[in-house]
């Protein structure tokens, strides 16, 4: 999938793990990865706005106990998911129907029966509905299809309405999900769109209380950054709901289409990867950009960096040697890069964010603690001992925290800075992220 992309990315990112991560080896990175985004016809800008914000990244402070390496990787594999659609897609398991729609040959009528298939395996009761009257053979194609997964059908052979054929399915089909496969059409018709639109008013029609109608549009990814145009197109006509991106193992524009898809608001839902009834996914941006580099690539180089700990700046931390901008630049840091549990697990962490309690509430403290900092002055935070009771009752009103909280926040950072300064450097080493966290009164 997206090999090129793929096999690119991960060689530059290798270079960089066995170099250093010096100026000139992320310039290097940048390249070759403008250059292998464009070449999976991502559009230029977005591409020049990723490295961008990437450049901006790479020269930011980095956690304690973290090299640059793992900074910049761990900057590469972000930005990466938010050009790709940085949700997950909510797939509701209540009764719907489901009208597929697209041009000629986007895999409507396969996908019809991959999601058939799909709700089947999730225990609910999926049926077909043969709606194409254009292309011949259209009705066979669905019906056998639907006679291997095992999945009641509906058609009619010489109906040439298709509104009609679906008026009649919906009538005898109480199945918990419907799926409509549409006719397709060689461009973006009005033929098309009034077809797709009566067949939108007729299933409309028939959603009873607590059932859904999801219009999806189906875009294979061989078209890359034309999906975007469709995809405003049948939205403007329709109100699409969701994309499915299809033929994701056939091509290297992949990177186009799903960057597309983003970039207009359209929600991915599905990929599909190959011809087979099972070849469908949920798209999760996540993981797709882990496989994209290779996450077991990427914890490698993670390891890889992290047995090369950046001494000068471990070296500070450990002798206490920080104020409370450089505790306040922590928080920042963490907090900017998502949830706490997903930065562990980005870093490879995994394991140890579960060891760790009430993650939730870690991040409702660190968002106050953060306020707190917001509301004192730059004499304050360079040096915290001149905060005495009057000016916590200022930060307390200014922070919208109480006084026990701005005093939590300093008795923290003050028993992390002794702390810091009894932990010996071999510690902090092997300790890295969960004994950074310990000292910080989050564990
Ligand atoms: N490799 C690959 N081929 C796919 C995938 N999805 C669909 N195809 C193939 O693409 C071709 C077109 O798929 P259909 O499902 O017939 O497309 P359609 O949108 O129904 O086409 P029309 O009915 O003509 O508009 C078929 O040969 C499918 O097997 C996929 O994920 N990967
Ligand atoms: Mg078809």
């Not at 793929?6 to 010096?22: F, T, V, Y």
């Not at 729609?101 to 009528?109: D, N, Q």
């Not at 939108?200 to 061989?222: F, H, M, R, Y």
Request: net charge positive.
């Amino acid at each position: 999938m997206l090999k090129g992309l793929s096999a690119k990315l991960r060689e530059s990112l290798e270079k960089l793990a066995r170099s250093g991560a010096d100026k000139e080896a992320v310039e290097e990175l940048l390249r070759d990865m403008q250059r292998s985004l464009i070449s999976a016809d991502v559009d230029v800008r977005s591409v020049h706005e990723m490295t961008e914000a990437l450049r901006k990244r790479c020269q930011d402070d980095m956690l304690p106990g973290m090299t640059r390496k793992e900074h910049v990787i761990k900057a590469v594999y972000e930005e990466l998911t938010r050009i790709m659609g940085e949700k997950k897609p909510d797939v509701s398991l209540g009764r719907k129907k489901i009208l597929l729609v697209g041009l000629y040959a986007s895999g409507k009528t396969s996908t019809a029966a991959k999601l058939a298939r799909f709700y089947k395996k999730k225990g609910l009761r999926p049926a077909l509905v043969a709606c194409d009257t254009i292309r011949p053979a259209a009705y066979e194609q669905l019906q056998q299809l639907a006679e291997k997964i095992e999945v009641p059908f509906y058609g009619e052979k010489g109906e040439k309405e298709p509104a009609r054929i679906l008026s009649n399915a919906l009538k005898r089909f109480d199945e918990d999900v419907i799926i409509i496969d549409s006719a397709g059409r060689n461009a973006l018709e009005s033929e098309l769109i009034d077809e797709v639109k009566r067949l939108n008013e007729t299933a409309k029609k028939s959603v009873k209380e607590g059932e859904s109608l999801e219009k999806i549009l189906v875009l294979p990814a061989d078209i890359g950054q034309a999906a975007r145009e469709q995809a405003a197109s049948f939205h403007e006509a329709l109100g699409i709901t969701d994309v499915i991106v299809t033929k994701l193992d056939a091509t290297a524009k992949g990177g186009g289409a799903l960057t597309a898809c983003h970039q207009t608001g359209a929600k991915v839902k599905f990929i599909t990867v190959g011809e087979g009834v099972d070849d469908l996914e949920l798209y999760n941006p996540e993981k797709f950009v882990s496989r994209l580099i290779g996450f077991a690539d990427l914890e490698t180089l993670l390891e890889k960096a992290r047995s090369n700990i950046d001494e000068d700046k471990a070296k500070k931390i450990i002798k206490g040697d920080f104020d409370i901008e450089d505790f306040y630049s922590q928080i920042e840091g963490v907090r900017g890069m998502g949830s706490l549990s997903q930065l562990m697990d980005t870093m490879g962490l995994g394991k140890m964010a579960k060891k760790v309690p009430d993650m939730d509430v870690q991040e409702a403290k660190m968002k106050k603690w953060k306020y707190i900092i917001q509301s004192m002055t730059a004499e304050e935070r360079a040096n915290p001992d001149v905060v005495n009771s009057s000016r916590i009752r200022r930060i307390s009103r200014g922070s919208g925290c109480t006084e026990a909280e701005v005093r939590e926040l300093l008795s923290n950072y003050h028993k992390s800075k002794k702390m810091m300064k009894m932990i010996s450097p071999g510690k902090l080493k092997r300790g890295g992220m969960a004994g950074l966290f310990r000292q910080f009164g989050l564990k």
